[in-house]
């Protein structure tokens, strides 16, 4: 069985510009997060995804958008970067609400310059 | 509010040792699930234990297993026999009716 896949796996882009992420769940899972790590520090909530739906979302500001596609895979877009947006971005699927535990694709690193 | 705390930023421990990473957390919804993942320094983060509020025993996985006690609300990892392999950071997380929250991390080294 597929894990969750991230792509690109590196992203280096001028700030300013727009960069989107892209995320395939695990077959199954309906749910989406989408996670920020900047080095050396711990994970930040983005965007949960569920059914096409946003369904929460945490304290970035709104040049940080996304989508859930009806195959339940997900893009991530941030628009007019900055240089404090470079870090690696994690995305992980899970079932809806139900037990057991989340898995995380490798992750995309961006990088601004 | 839910909140994950995890007060070691470091441990240190010797090849073969056993070696427990805290980990406590807060909400008040009596459903929620708790989880420990592995980050290695190639930044994947790797599924270790899950433990489900209701579940009565400790949830085990070869090496790892998770000293859950519900009323203190801590979820501590017990890596048992460790190994070279194991240096890494290692994230608690808890998901009530939301994305999975995460605590600050523990980075573990293993010494030869």
């Known amino acids: 069985e597929a894990g969750v896949t991230q792509s690109p796996t590196h992203l280096i882009k001028t700030r300013g510009q727009q960069a989107t992420l892209r995320c395939s769940p695990i077959?199954?899972?309906?749910?989406v997060y989408w996670y920020q790590q900047a080095l050396g520090l711990g994970l930040q909530f983005l965007l949960w995804?569920?059914?096409?739906?946003?369904?929460n979302r945490g304290n970035f500001p709104p040049r940080f958008s996304g989508r859930q596609f009806p195959n339940y895979s997900s893009e991530l877009n941030v628009n007019a970067l900055e240089l404090e947006d470079s870090a690696l971005y994690l995305c992980?699927?899970?079932?809806?609400?139900?037990?057991?535990?989340?898995?995380f694709g490798q992750g995309t690193r961006l990088t601004v310059v | 509010a839910q909140k994950i705390t995890q007060t070691q930023p470091g441990m240190f421990v010797q090849e073969k040792e056993a070696v427990t990473l805290d980990c406590t957390y807060d909400?008040?919804?009596?459903?929620?699930?708790l989880f420990w993942y592995k980050q290695p320094s190639s930044g994947e983060m790797i599924f270790l234990i899950y433990?489900?509020?209701?579940?009565?025993q400790n949830a085990t996985e070869g090496r790892y297993s998770l000293n859950f006690q519900k009323a203190r609300k801590s979820a501590n990892l017990v890596i048992s026999a460790s190994q070279l392999g194991d240096s890494a950071m290692y994230f608690c997380?808890?998901?009530?009716?939301?994305?999975?929250?995460f605590g600050t991390g523990t980075r573990l080294k293993v010494l030869a």
């Open positions: 992980a699927s899970s079932f809806y609400l139900v037990g057991g535990g989340a898995f």
């Open positions: 077959s199954g899972h309906t749910s």
């Open positions: 995804y569920d059914e096409g739906e946003e369904r």
């Open positions: 909400t008040s919804d009596p459903s929620y699930g």
């Open positions: 433990q489900g509020s209701y579940d009565q």
């Open positions: 997380a808890m998901r009530v009716s939301s994305a999975p929250i």
